[in-house]
């Protein structure tokens, strides 16, 4: 007998639809639908309606039909398809990645969609009104823009921190609006988004939608439905913003495109840049990715003819750049991590009526504890790290597994009270400057503080008004944000990519003091920007130094070449995890038994994870590399289905990581 069944996505780790009997129901694909699994009902999406005479499958019958119409266009739902065999990840997991939370509950859970929302209004006269007459070097880069042919293309532009990148974009922004399109603007970031919609607002009016993880369900649904139907003619967001719907998509903006935040850590772990790339080649339309710093990898691709490449060199405006310099710390008194000539130099711009910025990449008080007598460090109990602390909260906290515990009185080893902080976060920088310059504002901003809800707009806002004269920051602060009054940016310790085993350790930090040097001197008064090292001769940081990142990042990419890493290869890092000690390394070794020794892949490992031990299981990784992504990506779609009935798969957690940019 000839009968209908429905294939169905569920959010589940399978790596395959499971078939359902659809009954009367009108589905199409990309539908959301309420389905039986086990002993719960869940909710899917129909990928496929197939006419089969296979009878002897059982099916139990779909229970709902949660959408009118389909809210995973097809387009969406064959990019899904292709993210989860690229990633080697379950397509129901992608796609529940892919939907708002507000459309992944069942109906008695669903945030009910607003009633008859007006449409975003378009750009006003008054917005127009806003263009800026381009620089001369904009202007040939919006030339060379305006000149390509329609179709697919990437167009890296590589301009210097205040360069005018973001004119760039409202210009083919404005231009896609025109052509009746959509325009969709990724950003890496929540505390860059409001400046960067601030920006976009003042061009473009109530035309622009935002969409990121801060917002409410109900705010995200909203601007999910309204996107689908076509009524933001331009959408901000950060990762998740790849897979909004967007049916007259013109143009994809990627702003800071080196970031790593553009690639998700856990669960589905995907680029958003390299899947906006991918969307825009399906929906034939152009790309354009920007940054000061761009990534090896686009570099590289620019090399091989790949993308476009176009350079802006100057500050707009009168700006200039500044010129760093190190500064040796060696055989040097600190106080609290502050040499006297840095405190000294920052005393001079503060005179002179300036806002200093003290860059420190490490929150909380200090990275470990110590006793005086026997050289205990506070351990996590948890995990094979020390423990950090947190004086203002008079706690010690693991930044890996959140492990969370009083300051403790003694020492845990010889009972002694001699414990002493070692090592500066930014808390402690924040306390010695508000020690050293007690009637001028100091004030730290770092993901513990943006943790409150409106706080980093605040804090951002009276940076802006000058009324914050001294800033103590992270990464937060090292890029995207133009604070007019900074005219002195101090790096505390540069050292510790120097130190790392990560491969890409030594072009991060490239691109984060790069990014940091860009915030000095954005307005009338030249900047200034001072590195405090305890390694002034080491080669790499003399190239940045007299090369800048464009130098260090071609020696970079030469010792790519020559080690055989990204970008001239592919990765793959199988990761696995257990409470036994032997069961992940036991796992992945089974693993590496199923692939052929004539294939043209390395197979490093089975080892150790760098962190052995976190949140109480022992964890192991195999990476395998091949000069051929086509090929490693057979050997994966063929591997990957077979490990979770491998031998020991049960007592282990696993997950496979394309691409990776993190190997801990």
Known sequence: MTEHRVKVAVPAPFFHALDYLPGDLELVPGMRVQVPLGRRQVVGVVTAVERTIDDEIRCRPITAVLDNGA???ADLLSLCNWAADYYCHPLGEVLAAALPAGLRKLPGKAIRRRKSPKALRSPSSAGEALQRAPTPEQAVVLDALAGQPPGFGVDLIEGVTGSGKTEIYLHRVQAAIEAQGQALVLTPEIGLTPQLVERFRQRFGDGVAVFHSGMTERARTDTWQACSEGRCPVVIGTRSAVFLPLPRLALIVIDEEHDASFKQQDGFRYSARDIAIVRAQRAAVPVILGSATPSLES?????????????????????????????????????????AELIDT??????????????????????????????????????????????????LICHHCGSDSRVPLRCGQCSSTDLIPVGQGTERVEDALRALYPDLRVERIDSDRARLAGELDRLLADIHSRDIRILVGTQMLAKGHDFEGLTLVGVIDADQALYSSDF???ERMGQLLTQVTGRAGRGATSGEVVVQTHQP????????????????????????????????????LLRADALDADAAQDFLQKVAALIPGDRSIDKLGPV????????NRVRAQ???????????????????????????????RWSVDVDPIDLY
């Open 299 to 339: 570099l590289h691709n620019v090399a091989r003819g790949r993308y476009r490449h176009h350079r802006l060199n100057a500050r707009a405006g009168a700006a200039r750049m500044p010129q760093p310099r190190l500064l040796d710390l060696r055989n040097t008194k600190l106080r609290d991590g502050l040499s």
């Open 504 to 506: 890409r350790a030594v």
């Open 537 to 572: 001769d080491h080669p790499q940081l003399q190239r940045w130094l007299r090369d800048g990142y464009a130098g260090l990042s071609r020696e970079l990419l030469e010792e790519r070449r020559l080690m055989g890493f990204p970008p001239f290869s592919h990765l793959a």
């Open 346 to 395: 920052a005393s001079r711009h503060l005179a002179a009526g300036g806002q200093v910025l003290f860059f420190v990449n490490r929150r909380g008080y200090a990275p470990a504890l110590l006793c005086h007598e026997c050289g205990w460090l506070a351990p996590c109990p948890h995990c094979d790290a020390r423990l950090t602390l947190h004086r203002a909260r008079g706690r």
């Open 622 to 652: 195999l990476l395998l590399r091949s000069q051929n992504r086509m090929g490693l990506q057979r050997l994966l779609a063929e591997l990957v289905p077979q490990l979770g009935s491998l031998p020991g798969a049960r007592r282990v």
């Open 608 to 615: 150790p994870a760098p962190m052995e031990r976190r949140a």
């Open 71 to 73: 809210p995973l266009p």
